[in-house]
């Protein structure tokens, strides 16, 4: 995937295509900007104007609830005109290319397209042939990178364990099909995390997958020893050709988050799945509505990062609608900026 997409030329974040390649500096500046953010779910008013007159398409070609209304979500906060396109209604279920549905759309002077899709490199496609005022935010394609899934589990740790360096992580499940763990390692790579470890069975762990800079285990019991932070992953069965897990019962036993296992990983450890869960499959009811899981903020926090990544990839323009969209952004920054982390 070419990375150099997603900046301009004075390095300024243009797109958000993957986490792969961003800076440890562009990932606190998202995360900082989020957190000026996070209070706004609280107040009366829910708005602020820094994308009033801007048009937000969130372009799913898969089903999605929970990203799909985040970003949505995200988008009206800032004030933005949002449409959902229905993809199943859309010119694409009739023969229509992605590209001419995308032209198309264009005309109709979108600002934004939040894309998702089932093909790995879907949102680089598009981000090469849009126009230089159109932005694009990756909200998932194929097995390749879901990176404000990514950015959100990021902010959900640094608001739970503080810094990076000092933290040993497992991720766990089915690494081999997972958008989210590959944003999750390029982000916790660039963070400068002090050891990151994946674990699951050897059907469900990509080839070389050491060459990620991870450490690989097949025994959850060893790679969950005296861990920070608990990311379980979903089993991503609509992707898998053939089996992988002799049954569900039996990778449960294995690979599923109890209070047994979760007892091995440090006492302040926390747990986090990027949703949605299968309860008795991922995860048991206890571990996942238990006092270590930080499942439901990472939900909250979502909000906070999307509008993050939106005002920062639209406040590049270079239009005076868009400098003034800068000073605001600024501004919005400015109470996390004034308490600089310690």
């Given at each position: ?327 605001s952004a600024s501004k919005a920054r400015a109470p996390t900026e004034r308490k600089k982390r310690k």
């Amino acid at each position: 995937m070419n990375q150099g997409l997603q900046f301009d030329d004075t390095g300024r974040l243009r797109h958000l295509l993957t986490t792969e390649g961003l800076s440890r500096q562009t990932i606190v500046e998202i995360l900082d900007t989020a957190e000026s953010f996070i209070s706004m779910g609280e107040r009366e008013i829910k708005k602020i104007p820094l994308l009033r007159g801007k048009t937000v398409v969130n372009l799913f070609f898969e089903s999605s609830t929970r990203t799909r209304t985040t970003f949505e979500i995200a988008a009206k906060r800032l004030s933005a005109d949002v449409i959902n396109l229905n993809v199943s209604a859309s010119s694409t279920s009739k023969g229509e290319t992605l590209l001419d549905t995308i032209r198309n759309l264009e005309a109709m002077h979108t600002d934004l397209f939040v894309v998702r899709h089932a093909e790995s490199g879907a949102a680089h496609m598009i981000a090469r042939h849009v126009p230089a005022h159109v932005r694009i935010i990756n909200a998932g394609d194929g097995r390749h990178a879901h990176p404000t899934q990514g950015l959100l589990d990021m902010f959900t740790i640094r608001r739970h364990k503080g810094a990076f360096e000092k933290l040993k992580v497992a991720i766990v499940g089915d690494i081999l099909h997972s958008r989210v763990a590959r944003s999750q390692i390029h982000a916790l790579k660039a963070l400068g995390v002090a050891e990151l470890r994946v674990v699951a069975p050897k059907t469900l762990m990509p080839t070389a997958v050491e060459k990620l800079g991870v450490r690989p285990y097949t025994r959850m019991e060893e790679g969950l020893e005296g861990v920070d932070v608990v990311m379980m992953l979903r089993l991503q069965r609509e992707r898998m050709q053939g089996a992988y897990i002799p049954s569900e019962h039996e990778y449960f036993n294995l690979y599923g988050l109890t209070p047994a296992k979760l007892s091995l990983a440090a006492k302040d450890a926390i747990v986090m799945h990027p949703g949605p869960m299968n309860r008795g499959l991922e995860i048991d009811s206890a571990v996942a509505d238990g006092p270590q899981s930080v499942i439901l903020p990472q939900v909250t926090y979502g909000i906070a990062v999307r509008m993050a990544v939106m005002a920062l990839i639209m406040g590049g323009a270079s239009t005076s609608r868009e400098s003034g969209m800068r000073d605001s952004a600024s501004k919005a920054r400015a109470p996390t900026e004034r308490k600089k982390r310690k």
